[in-house]
């Protein structure tokens, strides 16, 4: 009895541990293939809003397509030329961050404080914060190498979803159920998709203003950044805002440094904690554990892009578990709150 009840156990943690490692080992096909299926949710509205309109599916699909094409060029173009610019100028930036740092332990030492010497040095590296930064930008602009392959299959996503449900009520005999469920993701999946990309698209330009008002260095990498990151809650907000501060720093100073600390803080406080919730609504929350599990497991099949990704995939899991009855309770172990 004990056996038969532990094999399946054993069965399902051995496949699981499979399709990880097989995720890992082809993160450079299935991140494009992510990320256009989440284009291919943002774009499905439009797409439905002008056959609704009477415009034909194809001509429809090509306008979407080109307004895709011009914001990839647009966006690839600038964050070629920003990243370029900042990989070249960063190892002296990471030279004059570690002179600051030996001023500080001298301050600290004439304020007569016993310091060990190379201690701090040793323990902390201040580069490690805007070597992340090109990393992820880096990983980025690698798939963007990859947008013949993402727009080609956002293409057969958007032509698939068109016809998903006449397929569907041409196979099953009582297709209300599965069609009812179905909508109700697609609905779900959208607004969140929608509304976290627009979130994030309102952090990014705004704190692209701010560093272009302070004359802080590499505005639109920076902004790009805290677009990317917006879609990780919490450390996300850090890790875009601390290479622009420590940049502002080393180029302006402390005051410059304090004022694009603060500017970013009121940004995502304003944005992510007042603005979000009242869009998003508390249904799909998810709790901080589920986060950052969510963070270190995505990260680590996917790389950085899995990072950025990480919230998304986990919050459209729970949006299809609450779609089904018989997993919505799964969904709400996944949830910030229980209903009462």
């Known amino acids: 009895m004990e056996k038969g009840t532990r094999v399946p156990w054993l069965v399902t943690l051995a496949s699981f541990i499979v399709i990880v490692a097989g995720m890992k080992a082809a993160s450079s096909l299935i991140v494009p293939f992510f990320l256009a299926v989440f284009i291919a949710i943002i774009c499905s509205p439009p797409l439905f809003w002008l056959q609704k309109k009477g415009v034909p599916k194809v001509p429809a699909l090509g306008m979407i397509l080109l307004i895709l094409v011009a914001a990839g060029f647009s966006l690839g173009a600038l964050l070629g030329t920003s990243l370029n610019r900042f990989l070249t100028a960063l190892p002296s930036y990471q030279e004059r961050l570690t002179v600051h740092l030996e001023d500080l332990v001298t301050g600290i030492k004439e304020l007569g404080l016993q310091f060990p010497e190379g201690k701090l040095q040793n323990t902390i590296d ?6 992340l930064a090109g990393n992820l930008v880096t990983a980025l602009s690698n798939v963007m190498a990859n947008m013949f392959f993402i727009l080609l299959t956002v293409v057969f996503i958007l032509l698939e979803a068109a016809d998903f449900p006449k397929k569907l009520n041409a196979v ?5 159920s599965s069609l009812s469920a179905i909508e109700k993701f697609s609905r779900s999946a959208n607004r969140y998709v929608m509304i976290k990309t627009l979130i994030s698209l309102m952090t990014g ?9 302070l004359g802080v260095d590499y505005p639109v990498l920076w902004g790009i950044l805290a677009f990317l990151l917006n879609y990780v809650p919490n450390i996300g907000s850090i890790i875009a805002a601390v290479p622009a501060v420590l940049l502002a720093l080393i180029q302006l100073g402390v005051n ?3 004022l694009t600390a603060a500017g970013f803080l009121a940004i995502s ?13 508390k249904g799909l929350g998810l709790s901080p554990l589920v986060v950052f ?8 099949v996917l790389g950085p ?8 995939l986990t919050s459209l899991v729970k949006i299809a578990m609450e779609s089904n ?3 919505r309770r799964f969904a709400r172990m996944l949830g910030s709150f229980v209903e009462a």
């Open 293 to 300: 599990v969510s963070l270190v497991f995505w990260g680590y």
């Open 172 to 176: 099953l005999k009582k297709p209300e």
């Open 305 to 312: 892009m899995g990072m950025i990704l990480s919230v998304p």
């Open 126 to 131: 201040p580069a490690i914060a805007m070597r």
């Open 256 to 258: 410059t440094a304090i």
């Open 205 to 213: 330009l705004t704190f692209f203003l701010w560093l272009l008002f």
């Open 325 to 327: 009855e018989e997993t």
């Open 269 to 281: 406080n304003l944005l992510g904690n007042l603005v979000e919730p009242k869009l998003m609504g």
